[in-house]
């Protein structure tokens, strides 16, 4: 901190000095004039040192961003000619804007990143993508004041050596026409009669070139992409989806909605695994098992303890009726009745406008479309262990069909994976009666969280009775005398699990094989390589959902799904970049944890100076009518302002309390504009306002309430 604060007195004194002492009247037009004879004849005599100090004074200029660099060019141009003038400016006001740079990257980029991180991790993102392209433009334009450049692009991340080679070759022009116009000094009356509007204009046009240019170039990058394919001269559709899950639901409505010709392909149930074997069949068992659960507790509102009396095949059919009642609102009759054309059948590209379906009611059909959109979802991930396969798993997605067989829940499940998939399960299942263990290879379940969330969590799940085994690697599956183990590794020590059913949920990973991708060369690792408008190698063909992720959750494919069909029907006219700033989600568990924006185990991995404020649900009367204290909400914000970096809600609802804080941080509104919002009474919505009031109260203005108290003191008499 010292090294800049001396820095910045260096600085500061220079620049006083320059105009104190009057220096900057020898940089004028008339100050040039006046001086040449001088000049000249010092260059006579010492010319070598004549050139190494003008070449000094223009650095110095440039990187204390001080008046006259304009004046310098002008005379690099009358002392030196034009190829001699040309080399020495172009080279002095690149080493002098690049010092500026440095100096500006020194003393403000820290400061600025803690005010402002996520600004500025949005703009080194843009920076490091197109930064190049960006500055080359603007060094081309003379009405963007060079100075400001060297000084905000000292703020980003952009490189030192990239930064100096596109300044160079970017001012290359216009030091060119000033050197030139130095040459012919004496009949210049003004520095206006050097930048004419018909030179700006030509500069100006100059500026926008690269854009032409990057068309261009973007144009013939298309040819090269599609050079081995023939377009067809028209097509049966506007636009094609394969799959039928939540972004290529959304993406299909969009399309329908705006009028336009769009096939929705589908090989299996509508809706996809959200509906059929994800989020619904999950919510339904947790609230079955939730109520086993109070029923257990009942003393807890003054009831008398009992067990609750259940059937497990009622229990699942209840689950496939609550599947079976959402049904109709993805069903091909609810589409087509939006204008959605559905096809049911496997679909697979045959080049980037054509689509071969392998129909579910036998043969193929072929459609061509303007523009195709891959949102095939994801499959569970099931890891390779000896013996798994011989000894039987369950997944999110087959436990439904196999469990509504059983009379009872399984006596003994695995479940193995300490994620959400895997904690909701094991906590339900535990509640419904089985004996739960659940082993997870991390140091802790839920890991994306804060570890106090992940410690709440696991004593959560321990409180409904799951045995939550953490650190414990499974190594196989073995089958001895009719009785099912999994082998786990736990401090260098190896023991068995006996099992009924294992469940495998362990993460998620793309259906990628199978619809023609790898054929055309469309990269895919893990999921679909995609750029920041969902488009993938094909401009054409675009991808959403699960398949492209980052967030493998059913409402951002939704997200996704919007941008996915505004950018392939209109995006010749206007691209949008899919905006992930803020995404919540939310995990099932009694109480649910749910989150938005950046915990604490995020903040400081990025080095942000934060604070937290928490509220305890203790403290909410709702919470206490409802025996329900057990929880808190944890807010992060820069320190001393109310912007919201990231909260964390673990509580009953806490999926429905994130909402406001999404809305909140979605529309740039603080901690304060929460604290003057009505909040009905008594809800558990109260716990937003009451954080907020934690956070104001923490920040109260200390002299002035001093001050009010003395105010007071001094009206009672």
């Known amino acids: ?42 260059r006579e005599q010492s010319p070598l040192l004549v050139i190494g100090a003008f070449f000094l004074l223009y650095v110095v200029v440039t990187a204390l961003s001080l008046p006259g660099a304009t004046i310098l060019t002008l005379a690099a141009g009358a002392l030196f000619g034009l190829i001699e003038g040309l080399l020495i400016a172009s080279f002095a006001s690149t080493v002098g804007a690049t010092i500026a740079f440095l100096v500006s990257r020194y003393l403000l980029r820290d400061a600025i990143k803690l005010r402002f991180p996520e600004r500025l991790t949005a703009i080194d993102a843009g920076v490091k993508k197109e930064g190049s392209f960006y500055l080359f433009t603007l060094r081309l334009v003379p009405i963007f004041p060079f100075f400001l450049i060297n000084l905000l692009m000292g703020v980003t991340a952009i490189k030192a050596w990239t930064f100096f080679w596109v300044s160079q070759l970017g001012m290359l022009a216009g030091t060119f026409v000033f050197v030139n116009a130095g040459t012919q000094l004496a009949q210049i009356e003004s520095l206006s009669g050097i930048l004419s509007f018909n030179l700006i204009l030509s500069f100006t ?22 050079k081995n394919f023939s377009k067809p001269k028209q097509f049966d559709r506007n636009m094609i989806v394969i799959g039928a899950g939540a972004g290529g639901l959304v993406t299909s409505y969009i399309a329908a909605a705006v009028k336009a010709k769009v096939t929705l392909i589908e090989a299996g149930e509508m809706g996809g695994d959200c509906l059929n074997y994800g ?70 590209l045959i080049d980037p406008w054509t689509v071969e379906i392998a129909l579910s009611t036998g043969g193929t059909q072929t459609l061509s479309a303007r523009t195709i959109v891959i949102a095939t979802g994801a499959r569970p991930f099931v890891p390779p262990l000896p013996g798994l396969e011989e000894a039987g798993y369950v997944t999110s997605d087959t436990l439904w069909s196999k469990f509504a ?62 045995n939550v085994l953490t650190n414990h690697q499974a190594l196989r599956c073995e089958v001895r005398n009719n009785k099912k183990y999994l082998v786990v590794q736990h401090q260098e020590k190896e023991f068995d699990i006996e099992y009924d059913e294992l469940l495998c949920a362990v993460g998620r990973s793309a259906r990628l094989t199978g619809y023609g991708l790898e054929e055309l060369g469309i990269e895919t690792n893990r999921t679909i390589q995609t750029n920041d408008y969902l488009e993938t190698l094909y401009p054409n063909i675009f991808a959403a959902g699960d398949i492209v992720g980052p967030y493998q959750f059913t409402h951002v494919a939704a997200h996704q799904g919007w941008y996915a069909a505004v950018n392939g029907l209109f995006g010749h006219f206007k691209k949008f970049k899919v905006d992930y700033r803020v995404i919540p989600w939310t995990t099932f568990i009694d109480p649910e944890v749910a989150r938005v924006g950046l915990n604490e185990q995020d903040a400081i991995s990025q080095n942000l100076d934060y604070e937290v404020t928490r509220f305890e649900f203790a403290e909410l009367d709702r919470a206490i009518t409802e025996s329900a204290t057990n929880g808190f909400i944890k807010v992060l914000t820069p320190k001393g302002k109310d912007k919201i970096l990231g909260v964390t809600i673990v509580s009953a609802h806490a ?23 009505i909040h009905s009474y008594p809800t558990w919505a109260e716990g937003n306002k009451y954080i907020a009031g934690e956070w104001k109260r923490a920040h109260a203005p200390e002299k002035v309430l001093n001050l009010l108290e003395k105010y007071h003191t001094w009206r009672r008499g």
Not at 1 to 25: C, E
Not at 335 to 348: D, M, P
């Open 405 to 466: 067989q059983l009379d009872e829940p399984p006596k003994k499940l695995v479940v193995l994976g300490g994620g959400p998939i895997g904690s909701e399960l094991a906590q339900s299942f535990a509640r419904l009666g089985s004996q739960v263990t659940q082993v997870e290879m991390a140091e802790r379940i839920m890991i994306k969280e804060d570890l106090e969330v992940s410690e709440f969590a696991t004593q959560a799940l321990k409180s409904s009775g799951v």
């Open 279 to 348: 989020c619904v069949p999950s919510k339904a068992i947790i609230k079955s098992a939730k109520i086993v659960e109070q029923f257990q507790q009942a003393d807890k509102y003054g009831l008398e303890k009992s067990s609750a009396t259940f059937s497990f095949k009622k229990v699942m059919a209840r689950v496939h009726q609550v599947i079976a009642d959402i049904a109709p609102h993805d069903s091909v009759e609810r589409y087509t009745k939006l204008g959605v054309e559905v096809i049911k059948g496997y679909g697979k």
């Open 1 to 42: 901190m010292l090294k800049k604060i001396i820095l910045l007195v260096g600085v500061l004194v220079a620049v006083t000095a320059f105009f104190y002492f009057d220096l900057h009247q020898l940089l004028t037009l008339n100050g040039l004039k006046g001086s040449m004879d001088q000049f000249s004849q010092w």
């Open 205 to 226: 046009l100059l500026g926008v070139f690269p854009f032409i240019a990057k068309a261009l170039l973007n144009t013939i990058k298309k040819r090269r992409i599609y």
């Open 655 to 677: 999926g429905d309390l994130i909402a406001e804080f999404v809305l909140a941080m979605k529309h740039g509104l603080g901690l304060n504009k929460i604290l003057g919002t």
